[in-house]
């Protein structure tokens, strides 16, 4: 393969070509795909991908939380044959045990031009048929283009200086015809061509169905409670032996939002490289009336031989790690985008604000909505939500104001909430989110306050991908003592709620400033790097404490093995300390294999950490039934260990824990050390379970039965 020497210059793009000029150019580019297919004969390539599943939260930040990476041996025949043969694969998870290969089949394109599109995904069939259908779009230059699409531009972008010859690239803007109607699916974005030789360098964009080109429509727009799916594409083709431009990489993205859970996308990440690419030699033609048409041979090695596969060329995470939801925010559908006429939208920030369940509220439903002023006051969104405990018979629910300009955003908000008080950044739950497990096992392992809350605050995003974030919020809380309301669950009377802890209640000047680096390194998930959180809380008036806590993230896979940790520090200082403020481990509180919040004081360190090692075995996916697929075995081994810490260094936290343990068994006391445990597991399915033993390291206890995520600590 020759490649592209330097990329001199971008050309000050001229104005659009002239509608007869930029007719000629796609007829001439028409042909070259019509018959580019029989100059180049075939090809054979290696070609890795991999899939990543990521979740984008409510506050922007984007999570991996499972990668697949596959290894196929492609040949591609001028008869239109793309023969692809999977001979490699390995996986990495937090939790799920599920395969993308099992709907994301054919996510390759062969050759740069053909009349469709593969999006790469599959669908059952219509009532009364059987298997599968790929999704395809007619292809911009396609021999009956014109019916499907409308053509701007044909300006030239840029030029690039190969070692023999200078290449204009010319850059045209693709727009669907709306059919109402119609089911058809068609392609919308931008294609770039080598304008000597009329070949495609380049295409970008999504897919639309055409029969809702026209339908985004203007003024005021309701989103109702439901589900918005978006297919991308962005193609790059490198030239091949000084004449053809064929396949080099491939990203597909699929994002799906659904509005009830609150303001966060799914996302799958899908990037191929296309390695090592070995053009026919000479030889008879094989092209054929159906040579424009994509034929995808999807299949597999025998599973002996894609277990032993060991010769990848790029770490498992390396193809998707730089890949984000944001690349394609310019062409996302007019409800995500910034811009455009004001939307009012029923959209919660999280799914609590709909529908939670918790021991202090019992049932809780409510509603929420926010208004996009976009073009007409840019950056401005306005919230409301509230909603009724049935329970305790209250109404909780608030607004908020937001203005968004570049890297900075302004707040304002007043609201009244179910408050968590449970400590340290990583175990902060919100809104009394425990629901599943109170609503049918009477298990609600959080304490609670009522707090009404006036805030101004301002955010700064730095960097690329918002490497670092800072927010500084002041106002006015008060926090009212709440008590329990419901015994049990209404499924089971003989097993009841634990009580609430009592707290200080009064009015407070509240005052936070906190700075995040990378924070979407969060140990949780499977983004790798260090990341870095910095807390300063301060409560001044009827309620009072200071407070500053620390915690160090940081996931790393150095070959074969993975290493994953999390460190929270905390401490509380003032002449007097409200007892919500105080620092408590136990239980799910960040030291299992101790009771329920055993623990308190005014200083507290919570570490918590695991290793792992992949065999490298029996990685080849596992085809249940139909199409459905899970991943390989890929068996391991772990060890992880947690330790929790907490201390008094001051008469005020003394008295401040003898007040918020009094309900706990054996009164307040300190960890009188620090208290450890220790796992060890043997994990499956890339990390997403391990089954194991676990003891304590501080005291002499038998072993015990553990079993969870085996890829975090």
Sequence with gaps: MRMLLLLAQLAVPRDSASPAALRDLLVRAAEVNRTLA??????????????????LDSAGREHTAQVEQVATAGEWRSDGTWRERVIGYRSESIGSIYSALSFIQGWTLPMPSRQRLSLGATRRKGKGATGIDTLWSVHPLATGRDTVYRFRGGDTVAVLHEASRDIPIVRILVEPIAKPGSKAIAFSGEIELDATRGQLVRMRGTFVRVAEVERAGGGVGVQRVGIRAVAY????NSEVDGRFWLPSTQRLEYQAAIAMMGEGRSVIHVVARFLDVAPAGAGPTLASADSLHPKHEFAYAPRDSVDHFHDWRFPIGALTANARAADFD?????????TGAPRAELQPRRATELLRYNRVEGLFTGLSGRVRFRDAMPGLTARAWGGVAWSERTVRGGSSLELERGQWSLTARADRALVNTADFLTLQDGDGDQSLGAFFGSRDDADYLDRFTGMLGVRKRFGVHEAARLRVEAGVVRDGALSVALFHNPFRSDSTFRANRPIDA???????????????????????????SLLLDRADGGVRWQRAEAR????LRPGPFRVALRADGDMVTGSRIAPQAMLELGGDNGLPGYDYKEFGGDRAVLLRAIGGYQ??????????????????????????MQGGWTGLASDAGRASLARLMALTPGGARTTGGMRSTVEALVTFFGG??????????????????TIGSGGTP
């Design 615 to 640: 065999f490298g075995v029996l990685e080849a996916p596992i085809r249940l039934h139909g199409r459905w697929m899970i991943p390989g075995l890929s068996p391991g081994l772990a060890v992880g």
């Design 330 to 338: 310019d062409m996302a559908p007019d409800s995500w985008k910034p």
């Design 233 to 236: 594409m962005e193609l790059e």
């Design 506 to 532: 009064g009015t407070a000047l509240h005052t936070v400033v906190s700075l995040e680096l990378n924070p979407g390194v969060s140990g949780d998930f499977l983004d790798r790097g260090v990341g870095l």
């Design 552 to 555: 160090l993230s940081a996931r």
């Design 688 to 705: 997403s379970i391990g089954l194991g033993v676990a003891r304590p390291l501080d005291h002499q206890a038998p072993w015990r039965f």
């Design 38 to 55: 029989d100059s180049v004969r075939g090809y054979r390539t290696r070609v890795e991908s991999e899939i990543a599943l990521a979740l």
